[in-house]
Every structure is written in C-alpha cells, then in structure tokens.
C-alpha cells in the first residue's frame, strides 16, 4: 500500500476543517483581519473553455462594470477615547432590478446599520434579505431608482479556464471604485467558511484583491461574474498575489434561495474523512448525526503507515464511486434535507449498503 494522502477532514460533511495551505501563510477574509483556512486543491474533470469573442478592453470593463458595483458600510461612526471609528467596508454587486446586492456573509455579519455607495455617489440604506455562513454569501436589499440598478450578468463558473484575463472590481481599504486586472491562477480551490464548512471549487487569481475587496465581482473579459472575492492567501496580512473568489454557480444557487426565503438548507450528513487508496475512510461520526442514526462506523485504530482501521470505508453515494472528499460533498451538497441516500462502504472486508437520511447542516 502507498502512503496515505494527507488528512483531510471533510468539513461539509459535519467536522470543521483544520488543515492550513502552505507554510507560513495565512489566508484572510477581505474584510478585516479574519483568519480562515484555504485547505487544497482538489481534483476536477475537464472543463469548457469560456468563450473569448467580444473580449472588452480593461477601460470598456470598468465602464460597462463599475456603476454595477457597490461600496458597502457596516455599522457607522462611533467613538472611543475620542477617536472616530470607521465601521466595516466591504464590496457588493447589483443582481437584479429589485434591488438585491450580493456580497459576502463576513460583511454583514457584525451587524448595526447598513449603507450602500454607488460609483455616481448615490448612497442608500440597506437591508439584510438573508446570508448563508456555509457559502459566506449574503444578499441585501436597497430601495433606489430602477436606473441606478444595472445587474451584472453571471458567467458558468464551470467553463473558466486557467489563465483565463479577468478583473477585480470593488473598494480595497475603502477606496471604492478600484479595479485590478490578472487572470485564473488555479481552479477547484477549497475555502472554509465562516462556519468551517468547505467552499468548493473557489477560483485562484493573482488580480490584486485587498481587505475591503469583500463580496466584489471577479469579472471575465466579457464583463460577466465568474465569482465573489472572499479571501486572500498571504504573509503580510495584504496582497501577494493570491485570492480566492467564490464561484458563480454557487453564487447563482445560493443566491436565489436566499432572494426567495431569506436563509438557505444544506444537507448534512455527519462525517470526518480522509482519502485513502480503499476509499474515504470514516475517521468520526458525529453523535445524533444523519450518519450515526444510519450506523455508520468510524475509525477504531491505526495501521503503521497511519491509515484508518477498524471503521467503514465510503467507496460510493447512490450507486456513484466517489474516491475524494470533494466528490462527496458535491454528492451530498446536491440533495436537500431529508433526501435519503445509499452509501456503499467496505466493511470487514465486505461491501456493504447504508442508507441514510440526510439532516439539515448547522449554520
């Protein structure tokens, strides 16, 4: 037997993850000095190409782009020891012509008042419509003239490409109305959110992205949202050329949910993983967890190279073989709560079927 990959605890599935990206770095939520952790890369299969033709020049993306794009205040002016005191600034976008922005959960979570600045000046109060830690997305709500609201349109995320030019729009330390240009550095990134759960499939760019850079538009050539900038990877706390973007077709799920009940419902199903050449090896089940009431078995002991022993090994999900962590959480992050599942596992050396009904994630 190889040497088993290194651990790595399926965080979607119920267990937060721990593990960290690099050494030395730390990756930072644009807002303030929040630290998360961006796990790995994960493996993917082939993608489409997003098509090049009417390509925008930088100055036709930031013209056609920027009055899309918001400054967001939270919280306001207050004092202490005298001291004026700034509230939180992140970025947003116009979705539609309701009226909803979207940007990140780690914005608006601290919560007191909130305030959006258009690029014309027009600054507008705004309400929370709902967030979700699970995707570190959230959508507001501003009452506006319809022609100050000019939606972006969202890109597939799933046809970006490594080295496909893009743009980073919004307000790094405030300075509202910025725009940095680089390209897709990496693809299927893992990010933690806010509540330690993994954010899957997380677009890499070296366009440079700063605190304030918060729930901003990642835009391709064509001026379409292939993401949402969350977090940066980097030494000296600002940008070193390594950021992260919440992908659009996440986005675009997320945010419709959010628009039309205010929260958003992740399946659960209670587990902690890691990869090895059987399978994904069950290393905790959750006490009351969708897992634990299915029987599900973890981990009793170790071999001598570290792998798992003694508990059931996940070799597929509803008839489906899934070998990694992502593949697994993609599985059961496309169910919904109460759906019940057919897990095959090995166990004492048998194949055996489980099923599941899948709970409702903690946020």
Same mark, same amino acid.
């Given at each position: 037997?190889?040497?088993?990959?290194?651990?790595?605890?399926?965080?979607?599935?119920?267990?937060?993850?721990?593990?960290?990206? /690099? @050494?030395?770095?730390?990756?930072?939520?644009?807002?303030?000095?929040?630290?998360?952790?961006?796990?790995?890369?994960?493996?993917?299969?082939?993608?489409?190409?997003? $098509?090049?033709?009417?390509?925008? *020049?930088?100055?036709?993306?930031?013209?056609?782009?920027?009055?899309?794009?918001?400054?967001?205040?939270?919280? /306001?002016?207050?004092?202490?020891?005298?001291?004026?005191?700034? %509230? $939180?600034?992140?970025?947003?976008?116009? +979705?539609?012509?309701?009226?909803?922005?979207?940007?990140?959960?780690?914005?608006?979570?601290?919560?007191?008042?909130?305030?959006?600045?258009?690029?014309?000046?027009?600054?507008?109060?705004?309400?929370?419509?709902? #967030?979700?830690? *699970?995707? =570190?997305?959230?959508?507001?709500?501003?009452?506006?003239?319809?022609?100050?609201?000019?939606?972006?349109?969202?890109? =597939?995320?799933?046809?970006?490409?490594?080295?496909?030019?893009?743009?980073?729009?919004? *307000?790094? +330390? %405030?300075?509202?109305?910025?725009? @940095?240009? /680089?390209?897709?550095?990496?693809?299927?990134?893992?990010?933690?959110?806010?509540?330690?759960?993994?954010?899957?499939?997380?677009?890499? @760019?070296?366009?440079?992205?700063?605190?304030?850079?918060?729930?901003?538009?990642?835009?391709?050539?064509?001026?379409?949202?292939?993401?949402? $900038?969350?977090?940066?990877?980097?030494?000296?706390?600002?940008?070193?050329?390594?950021?992260?973007?919440?992908? #659009?077709?996440?986005?675009?799920?997320?945010?419709?949910?959010?628009?039309?009940?205010?929260?958003?419902?992740?399946?659960?199903?209670?587990?902690?993983?890691?990869?090895?050449?059987?399978?994904?090896?069950?290393?905790?089940?959750?006490?009351?967890?969708?897992?634990?009431?299915?029987?599900?078995?973890?981990?009793?002991?170790?071999?001598?190279?570290?792998?798992?022993?003694? %508990?059931?090994?996940?070799?597929?999900? =509803?008839?489906?073989?899934?070998?990694?962590? $992502?593949?697994?959480?993609?599985?059961?992050?496309?169910?919904?709560?109460?759906?019940?599942?057919?897990?095959?596992?090995?166990?004492?050396?048998?194949?055996?079927?489980?099923?599941? @009904?899948? %709970?409702?994630?903690?946020?």
């Amino acid at each position: 037997m190889t040497a088993l990959r290194s651990p790595l605890v399926l965080a979607s599935l119920g267990v937060a993850l721990a593990l960290g990206a /690099g @050494t030395g770095a730390t990756t930072y939520a644009l807002l303030a000095d929040r630290a998360t952790a961006v796990v790995r890369e994960v493996a993917a299969s082939a993608t489409e190409p997003v $098509a090049q033709s009417a390509a925008l *020049s930088i100055g036709e993306l930031y013209e056609r782009a920027a009055p899309s794009v918001v400054e967001i205040a939270v919280g /306001g002016v207050g004092a202490t020891l005298g001291e004026p005191q700034r %509230g $939180a600034v992140g970025s947003g976008f116009v +979705f539609d012509r309701e009226g909803h922005i979207v940007t990140n959960e780690h914005v608006v979570d601290g919560g007191g008042a909130i305030s959006v600045l258009f690029s014309d000046g027009t600054r507008a109060s705004a309400e929370l419509v709902g #967030s979700d830690r *699970s995707t =570190d997305l959230a959508v507001l709500d501003v009452d506006v003239p319809e022609e100050k609201l000019r939606p972006l349109t969202l890109a =597939d995320s799933s046809a970006v490409e490594v080295g496909d030019p893009v743009v980073a729009l919004g *307000s790094p +330390f %405030g300075l509202e109305g910025t725009i @940095t240009r /680089g390209i897709v550095s990496a693809l299927h990134r893992q990010m933690t959110a806010p509540n330690g759960f993994t954010i899957n499939d997380a677009i890499q @760019t070296d366009a440079a992205i700063n605190h304030g850079n918060s729930g901003g538009p990642l835009l391709d050539d064509r001026g379409r949202v292939i993401g949402v $900038a969350a977090q940066i990877e980097s030494d000296s706390g600002g940008n070193d050329g390594v950021g992260f973007a919440i992908p #659009s077709n996440t986005v675009r799920t997320i945010v419709r949910e959010l628009v039309e009940s205010g929260h958003v419902e992740h399946a659960y199903l209670g587990v902690g993983l890691v990869e090895t050449d059987a399978g994904l090896a069950i290393t905790e089940v959750r006490p009351g967890s969708p897992a634990d009431r299915a029987g599900l078995r973890a981990a009793t002991g170790a071999s001598a190279d570290g792998t798992p022993t003694g %508990g059931d090994v996940i070799v597929a999900f =509803d008839g489906t073989p899934v070998t990694t962590t $992502a593949e697994l959480q993609r599985a059961v992050d496309a169910k919904r709560p109460g759906d019940v599942v057919s897990l095959t596992v090995l166990r004492d050396g048998r194949r055996v079927q489980v099923r599941a @009904t899948l %709970g409702v994630r903690d946020s």
